[in-house]
């Protein structure tokens, strides 16, 4: 059974660029959630979708953005990169049925210089 | 609004012996509570959870968790610690009553490991 996945591993980017990021749920799930993760914090809800919809939203700007595709996979985007965007981003997939137990991919560590 | 303190940043403790790691919470009804560990460069781990009912709950790994609403406390322990328990450890917390899924989390705690 496929856990969470995400790609790539590892990004840098440079100051303004943009960047997508990818999860794709583990089997069964239908909902997925990112965070973002500085260094030495804990994770922090950037947004939840579910039926292709963003359905929730945490204290980020616009420049953040995402997209679920029918098949439950989602992406996230990041316009006009900050130096402060440099962080671990987590994917993290869940049911309907029980939205708040999430499970975790191994994230995708951005690096913004 | 809803906070999870970790008290703790970084513990250490002999291998064999117990652990306790201390997770506070602010919210007015029975939230849902989590425990995540993380190793270095992965993903979070679910350690165990609490819904409702028991207020003891076992997770994964040999931890359990007790739920203690007097003093809004979720304090994760393991009664014999091995060397590979050495990581981040975070409690979170989510509404009970809308079942949203946005997950608060704690800043950490992080466990060393002495031979």
């Known amino acids: 059974d496929a856990g969470v996945t995400q790609s790539p591993t590892h990004l840098i980017k440079t100051r303004g660029q943009q960047v997508t990021l990818r999860c794709s749920p583990k089997?069964?799930?239908?909902?997925v959630s990112w965070y973002q993760q500085a260094l030495g914090q804990g994770p922090q809800f950037i947004f939840q979708?579910?039926?292709?919809?963003?359905?929730q939203r945490g204290n980020f700007p616009d420049r953040f953005s995402g997209h679920q595709f029918p098949n439950y996979s989602s992406e996230l985007n990041v316009n006009a990169l900050l130096l402060g965007d440099s962080a671990l981003y987590l994917c993290?997939?869940?049911?309907?049925?029980?939205?708040?137990?999430?499970?975790f991919g191994p994230g995708t560590r951005l690096t913004v210089t | 609004a809803q906070s999870v303190t970790q008290p703790d940043i970084h513990i250490t403790v002999s291998e064999g012996a117990s652990l306790e790691l201390r997770c506070n919470y602010s919210?007015?009804?029975?939230?849902?509570l989590f425990w995540y560990v993380q190793s270095p460069g992965q993903g979070l781990q679910l350690l165990l959870k609490?819904?409702?009912?028991?207020?003891l709950v076992q997770g994964i790994k040999g931890f359990e968790a007790e739920f203690k609403r007097s003093q809004s406390s979720f304090n994760l322990r393991k009664p014999s610690v091995h060397w590979s328990d050495a990581a981040e450890y975070f409690c979170?917390?989510?509404?009970?009553?809308?079942?949203?899924?946005?997950?608060?989390f704690g800043q950490g705690t992080t466990l060393q490991v002495k031979p």
């Open positions: 993290a997939s869940s049911a309907r049925s029980s939205q708040v137990e999430q499970y």
């Open positions: 089997s069964g799930h239908d909902t």
């Open positions: 979708y579910y039926e292709e919809e963003e359905r």
């Open positions: 919210y007015g009804a029975t939230p849902y």
């Open positions: 609490y819904f409702s009912g028991d207020t």
């Open positions: 979170a917390v989510s509404h009970g009553s809308s079942n949203t899924g946005k997950l608060i």
